[in-house]
């Protein structure tokens, strides 16, 4: 799936080279859901480890028929007491309705509608929701959208990854990456996976 990207940044970049020959193939998947459910679900991850925010996004689909993921009208007419009885704490909440008020409104699109805009327009529109940051927009543009040349220099795994990989005392600060990010083009989120793919290798064994 990723094989010209991997082909393309072994080519260009030594670094690149080495991860790509570790690590193998970039096995990243898109996960086909609306913006709407994806960023539900990034508020739920805030602050939390991923088994924690799943059992609160499993009480909270509970909460409507068949367990299916509600529709933005339905969560608003639900009370602020269902939902932190889900779970979620009353900031997430107070996102969570404001998230359903803009999408019911049409400014978070549909899946449909975000496909055809450009990666710095979806950013400008989902900034606009409260507890959503430029961070959270860029982790939709790589696993909801699947966008091939997003590079999130703000992330803990991406900077974790080039320290590991660079062998540094100290890690790079988002700048730093901004500016080493363009070698990367247009296959950024490739070479992003391969840095978590480092980050996490670094981890102490369980």
Request: aromatic letters at 8%.
């Amino acid at each position: 799936m990723h094989t010209a990207a991997e082909s393309r940044l072994a080519k260009s970049c030594p670094l690149m080279r080495r991860l790509i020959k570790t690590h193998g193939p970039c096995t990243l998947e898109i996960q086909e859901r609306s913006p709407w459910e994806a960023l539900v679900s990034a508020v739920a991850h805030q602050q939390l480890n991923g088994k924690a925010a799943q059992s609160i996004l499993n009480r909270f689909r509970a909460l409507y028929p068949g367990g299916r993921f509600p529709k933005p009208a339905a969560v608003l007419a639900t009370s602020d007491e269902a939902l932190r009885g889900s779970g979620f704490s009353f900031s997430k909440i107070r996102s969570i309705r404001d998230l359903a008020e803009k999408t019911a409104a049409g400014i978070v699109p549909t899946r449909a509608a975000a496909l055809k805009l450009t990666d710095d327009e979806l950013i400008e529109r989902l900034i606009a929701v409260r507890g959503v940051g430029r961070w959270t927009v860029e982790m939709l543009l790589i696993f909801t959208l699947g966008r091939s040349d997003v590079f999130p220099c703000d992330d803990f795994g991406v900077r974790m990854g080039w320290r590991v990989a660079m062998k540094l005392d100290d890690m790079p600060t988002p700048k730093e990456l901004r500016e080493l990010a363009p070698r990367w083009q247009p296959h950024r989120t490739v070479a992003a996976w391969y840095l978590w793919r480092a980050a996490d290798a670094a981890k102490p064994k369980k």
